[in-house]
């Protein structure tokens, strides 16, 4: 039987053993987590570092709007703070070179083109500013125009465009900030999903191991245990045989080999006691 099994598996080509098979599963699982691992992981990444770029972006254009409001208030309040005043020692100076640079650095910060017109629009709103309150010194010189009335007839109103246009550049850069946001939270759902696919093909393959081990294995297992225990007790004959190519069909032709050899070892103790029986009772026989 065992030179049979011998050349059977010479002549099968390659064999895997029983440690190969459980190794090769356990790998197999140990693949697919990683390899879904390293997908959510390189997806968390990518889209972490796109979207914090544009998030990094808005967040700098809010400040930037901010520091354009704060400039363009505390000219208005001083243009305000001089109005119906008849001492003035010197009028209130503006920094067009930081309100332009910040203009700019507000255009190039802006991701978003549909944005882009609006920064425009705070240019604009700006140039008419300045224009309308150049005319201050002139106001402030001229005898037959009110201070007051200029300044809240004609400058307040341009202010107000200016403010505005500024304010809806904010709310749009807001909104931005609020729609990466929601990407990021999406993109992170979505880096998530191969980690999920991952544990559930995991989980599948667990139980698709464990069936396998315990159709293929421990199940054999017990039934050669049985086997093995009904004939040391009822002397019966050990017929069990499953298909196989690992070291525990090998084990099932060992353990059928020492049967049969122990079964014709007790058949030829039994003759010889026999034999050994009919010759003391012939002895016996002769004497008498």
Known sequence: MRRKLKIKNRLGGLRLSLRMKLTLSLMAIAMVLLISS?????????????????????????????????????????????????????????DQDKFVSFCDSLKGSLTEQQLVPLADSVLYSYSAYMLTSLELEKVILSDFIDTRTWYFDRLQPVFARL?????????AIYDDLERNSETFELGFSRSIIPGIVAVGVGVMLVFLLLFFMLSLYVNPLYKMLDGIDNYRRFNRKYTYVFDGDDQLTELNANIIELIDENQQMRRRLKLREEKAAESESASNTGKE
């Open 163 to 171: 403010r505005s246009d500024i304010d809806n550049l904010s709310a």
């Open 38 to 94: 390293a997908i959510s992981i390189l997806e968390y990444r990518g889209m972490k570092n796109y979207v914090s770029d544009l998030m990094a972006d808005d967040i700098r254009s809010i400040n930037v709007s901010q520091q354009l409001t704060s400039v363009v208030d505390n000219y208005n309040l001083s243009i305000l703070a001089i109005i119906g005043d008849d001492e003035i020692s010197k009028l209130p100076e503006f």
